[in-house]
């Protein structure tokens, strides 16, 4: 059996969603954040000296790193949601979600989070996640999906920071194309059934 430490209002929602799209049966084991700090719990270290989220324990193993885990879960299962045709654009996006991605979006939370000490920091950084958002809708305009024309594990990781996005990163009506790939993966049957397992999520 797959289990899933699930942080509330995080990252590993992402691997709820590929294990009911790669219908795989999995356990949900959910952890709640610190309603002052909104860290993880001490709980989580027992799981994994990080205390982070996500962590999957499958076969014999315990992983972290959401890109690790979808590596492995998708050559597991026969690379379904894998590369496929396009595995350079796969790999790239895999990495880039995370790797160039969540660091600006991070910067704006910390940000929002000082008040008004952050502000001079606000929009230096929003003009920078911009080129972000702007490069993102130019791919988007060339195919429906991030790796290519068929749905993969490369949207999934895909999802969070520009839910986050929509949120506090300046993502609106000036990016059509993301905010109607949005509009899909919200549509998808696996993506509503990983919410229900996993619980509320608000990734603002």
């Excluded at 910067?107 to 929009?123: D, I, N, Q, T, Y």
């Excluded at 702007?134 to 791919?139: G, H, R, S």
Aim: hydrophobic share 45%; proline share 8%; charged share 20%.
């Amino acid at each position: 059996m797959i289990i899933v430490h699930h942080l509330e209002n995080s990252r590993s929602q992402r691997i709820l969603w590929l294990l009911e799209e790669l219908d795989l049966e999995y356990c949900v084991r959910r952890y709640a954040r610190d309603p002052k700090t909104m860290l993880a719990p001490p709980a989580l270290r027992q799981v994994h000296p990080l205390g982070k989220s996500p962590v999957v324990e499958v076969d014999g193993h315990v992983l972290i790193e959401t890109g690790a885990i979808i590596e492995y879960l998708t050559a597991r299962q026969d690379g379904a949601l894998g590369p496929g045709a396009n595995p350079i654009l796969w790999r790239q996006f895999l990495h880039y979600a995370e790797g160039s991605m969540m660091p600006p979006l991070f910067g704006l939370l910390l940000v929002k989070r000082l008040g008004l000490l952050g502000l001079p920091a606000r929009k230096p950084l929003l003009r920078m996640f911009a080129t972000h958002l702007q490069w993102l809708n130019d791919e988007l305009t060339q195919r429906p999906w991030f790796a290519g024309d068929e749905f993969t594990a490369a949207d999934v990781i895909m999802s969070f920071p520009l839910e986050a996005a929509r949120s506090r990163g300046g993502l609106d009506a000036t990016y059509p194309h993301i905010l109607a790939w949005l509009d899909r993966i919200h549509a998808r049957p696996a993506y509503a059934a990983a919410l229900s397992r996993g619980g509320p999520y608000a990734y603002a």
